[in-house]
């Protein structure tokens, strides 16, 4: 079993829908969890990051974790053509020596198309 | 792509050869990685360094070395490449604690027939 799942979809959408993605995961020393943005053919870009449980917003992204249920959520309120793209999930432990060295652990990834 | 270039973005080879991936960043960061991109895998990682000379095995390390012999470049090779090893190549870098954000390069695709 892989240690942080994600539907890879796809997922398409209508614009202005909103569009949920979440991810799973079983790792408890998991603190940070992130989403990125795969635009085709390009790198992936962080879109947003929340360390430990609780809710982010920014703009028309929000970013949830429930790390009782190990589980994150990525919303995107008013969808447009141009949020077509893969998002992917990525988490980090801490180690106990206070560094992780940046290793991500990442999901699938989930396909989105939003059309207008 | 925030100062990072990989060389060749592009590469055919043969089952058994040697290839070397070259991952270049202008960008002065401590931290770089080289990740493989695989269909229903996600981004997995390969190898990463904390400094020049300092090198660690990440999730899918067998049957890749690295080196980093300067801050700018982190080279990834392929000692005997395998047909399993066709996929994306991608380099990423950071420098701000706790480097959840990396900055990724564009991409090597290669493929090994």
């Known amino acids: 079993q892989k240690e942080v799942e994600q539907d890879p979809g796809p997922l398409s959408v209508p614009e202005g829908a909103i569009v949920s993605l979440n991810c799973t995961y079983s790792n408890s020393a998991f603190q940070y969890f992130m989403w990125y943005r795969q635009y085709s053919r390009k790198g992936p870009e962080l879109l947003m990051y929340?360390?430990?449980?609780g809710n982010k917003e920014d703009g028309r992204f929000t970013a949830q974790v429930d790390k009782s249920s190990k589980y994150i959520s990525l919303f995107i309120r008013d969808s447009q053509p141009s949020d077509s793209a893969t998002y992917l999930c990525a988490m980090s432990e801490v180690s106990a020596g206070g560094t992780s060295y940046g290793k991500l652990t990442f999901g699938q990834g989930t396909i989105l198309t939003v059309h207008p | 792509d925030a100062g990072i270039t990989q060389s060749p973005r592009h590469k055919v080879t043969e089952t058994g050869t040697p290839v070397t991936l070259r991952c270049h960043q202008t960008e002065n960061h401590r931290y770089m990685y080289w990740y493989r991109q695989d269909p229903g895998h996600g981004l997995r990682l390969i190898h990463y360094s904390y400094g020049v000379k300092d090198t660690d095995k990440g999730e899918v390390s067998d049957g890749y070395s690295v080196s980093r012999s300067k801050t700018e470049d982190f080279l990834l090779t392929l000692e005997s490449a395998t047909s399993s090893q066709t996929s994306v190549y991608f380099c990423?870098?950071?420098?701000?604690?706790?480097?959840?954000?990396?900055?990724f390069g564009p991409g090597t695709r290669l493929t090994v027939t």
């Open positions: 929340t360390y430990s449980s």
């Open positions: 990423a870098i950071s420098d701000t604690w706790p480097l959840y954000e990396q900055y």
